[in-house]
């Protein structure tokens, strides 16, 4: 719904700082699905020549955060959808154009990634939202179906799900640290990380063998993270959202491989009844854990309707 994304609520919460917000992007809406109370539609939407596009997690929080004040500079490796974006804040929300910066970089390459943390201003803060997903290109996902038992997930596909986000996070964390650890000295402040591992880190379920080893291998990278760092006034916070509407679950293997792991936890769903949440809600969550005046530590957070345990 692009009403939702144009009616959210301006703050100067996050005046003063810079947030960086990795993997942003969106997605061409081949599949709706709605709220289990105001049958709203589940996704945040961008129009695009015309079509109705998905908005991704780290997209529709680059929303929300530059609504509350924060100048966002948002990373994925296609300059063009990130221009889109940019476009869209600007023109949907009122936000100075200023207030909105993008790099394509590559998050899986070291020397990328350095050019990319040299280029980046440091008259402000510096915050990181950590939002990157696998990229296609690095694997190819038959019908976008990471849902597998155990006899069907191909070894190269535990490889690549398992490193590439977790590689990915740890790069970029190594490049930042310096600036984080002077901005805290110079600025006389703290930094804050918040990094979207997945409810699939604590939720378990058959099918789960790729997608829950890697979600628990970011989790647990970021709680030790979060150890290794918080007396540096370097606070990283584990946000694991459920199922999200993004474009992930659009394919109906995908759809039909999901009411299996439903069923599991009670039978709740049929093919109309599949509850997302919407990006946007993450959104929120993340301007709250980055505004609040307390670390939060870790967040979990479901579609209402979602089966909420957590824990299998
Ligand atoms: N959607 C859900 O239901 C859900 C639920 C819980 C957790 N999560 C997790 O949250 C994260 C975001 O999910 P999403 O659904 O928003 O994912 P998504 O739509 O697949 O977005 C992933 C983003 O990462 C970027 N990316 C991929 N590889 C990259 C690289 N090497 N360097 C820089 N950017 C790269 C992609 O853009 P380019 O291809 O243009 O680079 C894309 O914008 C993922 O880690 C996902 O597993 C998702």
């Known amino acids: 719904m692009i009403e939702r994304i144009k009616s959210i609520p301006k703050t100067n919460l996050l005046e003063g700082k810079r947030i960086i917000v990795t993997g942003c992007g969106f997605k061409p809406a081949k599949y709706k699905f709605y709220d289990v109370t105001t049958k709203e539609e589940s996704h945040d939407s961008i129009i695009v020549n015309g079509k109705d596009m998905k908005l991704n997690i780290g997209a529709a929080t680059a929303f929300v955060l530059a609504a509350n004040g924060a100048i966002i500079h948002m990373v994925s490796r296609t300059e063009e959808r990130l221009k889109i974006l940019k476009e869209q804040i600007i023109e ?49 996902l038959k019908d ?8 069907d997930i191909p070894p190269k596909l535990i ?78 916070t584990d946000v694991r959202p459920g199922a999200v509407d993004t474009g992930m679950y659009d394919n109906p ?3 039909k491989a999901i009411l299996e792991v439903d069923k599991e936890y009670g039978n709740y769903w049929n093919k109309t009844e599949i509850r997302l949440a919407p990006p946007i809600s993450v959104g929120y969550a993340i301007n709250t854990i980055l505004s ?13 309707g979602q089966f909420p345990n957590e824990g299998s």
């Open 92 to 140: 949907l929300l009122g936000i100075p154009k200023e207030n909105v910066e993008y790099s394509a970089v590559d998050l899986l390459e070291e020397k990328s990634i350095e050019k990319f943390v040299k280029s980046l201003s440091k008259d402000k803060p510096l915050w990181l939202v950590q939002s990157i997903g696998l990229g296609a290109g690095a694997y190819k």
């Open 144 to 151: 976008d179906n990471p849902y597998l038992h155990i006899e």
């Open 159 to 236: 490889e690549k799900e398992s490193t590439i986000v977790l590689k990915g996070t740890h790069i970029l964390m190594q490049k930042l640290l310096p600036i984080f650890r002077e901005q805290n000295k110079k600025f006389k402040t703290e930094t804050r990380v918040a990094i979207i591992s997945s409810m699939s880190a604590i939720r378990g379920y058959n099918r789960g063998g790729t997608h829950c080893a890697a979600k628990g291998a970011i989790s647990r990278y970021a709680n030790s993270a979060m150890l290794d760092l918080w007396k540096e006034k370097i606070y990283i």
């Open 292 to 304: 609040a005046p307390a670390h939060i530590t870790s967040l979990n957070l479901v579609a209402k």
């Open 253 to 255: 293997v995908v759809q």
